[in-house]
């Protein structure tokens, strides 16, 4: 029986879109373990490494040129907001990873500022993951990953790196930041996989 | 958004049952050698993340999860706890 | 530190909102009643958690404002766009409830007990809270360390616990009350040279505020010949 503050709202109501556990938001929280790094489009670039050693590099105009995607998802944060209907721009990863050779199953994701996540290479395919660079029409702002970031809504959002720049693809597993640090390898929203053990 | 260790003193309280805020922590990366109170925190992520205030690498995370908390130390290299 | 406040098992404990205070149009301080009290240290902190009636839970850690001996309060400051300010500061009300996780903190700590040594305590907006709970403990006490408080404030209208703080350096940074002797400026060099202790004192100093303001006056109070381990710090935001 906990304390209830009267007049406290907190973040909003139930509704079925809602994994389990989770609220929905209207705003966009921004939360951040470490300084914004400022990345300006010219110094960009993005490199997918394979676990052959080869190295694919996109600059800024390379991303620019490729055919672009407009998902339009629900987001959902292991903090407990979710946030309906959110529009992005972006390059789907089945456009990146088309001409990249490789029989990995996992990859591993950086970004720049030194964040890392992990998760199946499968989930980055068949159309559920995207380089965003654009919210709501406009470029993605520094606070939320801009100039470009992951995008993988079906998993937590802690594996939607911001400031993306690169990504490993690898024969072994190897957790990242929040991976190594208590949070589920997976994250799943469905299944509630938020920690170790869930 | 971030503040400094202070601001992490129940929670560290939490985790160590006693408090912390004026144990010295030396950086893993750099060396820098100083109190708790003084790392940069960033409170409002997923989890309490500690950064060291010369070099901004990972001192410490903590993640609070449902019944325990998860303590990463990896970024400390030596930990100075007065008694 | 008494040995039996070693080992510290913590529990959020149930407080209702005794009183509420507007100090300025954007600070208000709240004073609780939290039965179990242990009671605090001058400058310690107390994590507020708030449940709303869907369960969803915040926390944030307040400085206490009041003095050892008196009921637990803090002073909050309202943040643009914050989730827990709004509410401490416009919606909560006398009898309402929170809990409370504390006191916590041991570094931005002032004793009286502490070997005689000039304290110099350095606000910068609501950074002033937990110094006025080492000021008003200093008082209450009757210590004879000398004390003196530099509290930088944007205007005015802004200055919490104006009575108390009166014979105290006032700052403004933006406006400041008509006849003024000094123009609106930050705290610099010059009034530091004029107000602090010398370094020749061995004088302690705490200084709290915005990050950038800390990291400002921190490092003038090391140009004026303070030393490092001498200047504690706090900062948010």
Redesign the interface.
């Known amino acids: 029986m ?13 509704d079925d879109r809602l994994p389990p556990g989770q ?1 929905e938001t209207h ?1 966009f ?7 914004t790094p400022y990345i300006s489009v010219d110094e960009w670039q993005f490199t997918i490494d394979t676990e052959d050693g080869a190295r694919h590099t996109w600059s800024w105009q390379d991303l620019m040129a490729l055919p672009k995607s407009t998902p339009h998802v629900d987001i959902h ?4 907001w979710s946030k309906f209907d959110t529009d992005w721009e972006g390059v789907s990863l089945d456009v990146l990873l088309e001409d990249v050779e490789s029989a990995a199953e996992y990859a591993l994701v950086s970004s720049y500022g ?1 964040y890392t996540t992990n998760l199946p290479l499968e989930d980055l395919l068949d159309g559920k993951a995207w380089i965003a660079y654009a919210f709501d029409g406009r470029p993605l702002a520094p606070e939320h990953g801009g100039p470009a970031r992951l995008l993988v809504p079906h998993l937590y959002f ?1 594996k939607s790196a911001k400031w993306v720049r690169g990504i490993r693809l690898l024969d072994q597993d190897e957790p990242g ?2 991976e ?4 589920h390898n997976y994250g799943d929203p469905w299944h509630e996989q ?3 053990g869930d | ?2 503040v400094d260790g202070n601001a992490a003193a129940g929670l560290l309280t939490q985790v160590f049952a006693r408090d912390m805020t004026g144990a010295h922590g030396t950086c893993g990366s750099c060396g820098h050698n100083g109190p708790l109170a003084e790392a940069v925190v ?1 409170g ?4 309490t ?1 500690f ?1 060291c205030p010369t070099c ?1 690498n ?1 001192l410490m ?1 903590l ?1 609070e ?2 019944g325990r908390i ?1 303590a ?1 130390l ?1 970024g400390l290299r030596w930990l100075a706890v007065p008694i | 530190m008494a040995p039996a406040a070693l080992l510290q098992r913590l529990t959020w404990l ?1 407080a209702v909102i005794a009183e509420a205070r507007a100090e300025t149009p954007q600070a208000r301080t709240l004073v609780l009643d939290v039965p179990g009290w242990p009671g605090h240290r001058a400058g310690q902190h107390v994590d507020v958690r ?9 926390v944030r850690s307040y400085s206490l404002a009041s003095a050892p001996g008196e009921q637990p309060a803090i002073t909050v400051a309202r943040v643009a ?1 914050g989730e827990v300010s709004p ?1 401490l500061v416009d ?3 006398p009898g ?4 409370i996780r504390g006191p916590v903190g041991g570094y931005f700590v002032w004793e009286p007990a502490m070997p005689y040594r000039p304290v110099l305590l350095v606000g910068g907006g609501s950074g002033v809270v937990p110094l006025r709970s080492i000021l008003r403990h200093h008082r209450q006490s009757a210590d004879p360390t000398p004390m003196r408080l530099v509290y930088s404030v944007r205007a005015p209208e802004l200055v919490i616990y104006r009575e108390e703080l009166q014979a105290e350096h006032l700052v403004y940074t933006r406006t400041t009350p008509p006849g003024w002797p000094r123009p609106a400026g930050h705290i610099d060099q010059g009034l530091l040279r004029e107000v602090a202790w010398p370094p020749v004192d061995s004088p302690l100093a705490y200084v709290c505020g915005p990050t950038a303001f800390v990291e400002h006056l921190s490092g003038a109070l090391l140009d004026l010949g303070y030393r490092a381990g001498d200047i504690r710090t706090e900062r948010y935001g």
């Open positions: 906990s304390v209830i503050s009267q007049g406290f709202q907190g973040r909003g109501r139930r609220y705003d929280p921004v939360l951040s373990a470490g300084p944060c292991v903090t407990r030194g802690w930041f929040w190594t640090a208590g949070y938020r920690y170790w | 958004m971030h960033y409002e992520a997923a989890g993340v950064r901004d990972v995370t993640v999860a449902p998860l990463r990896a | 149930p708030l449940t709303a009636g869907d369960g969803y839970q915040a766009d509410y919606v909560a009300r309402d409830r929170v809990e």
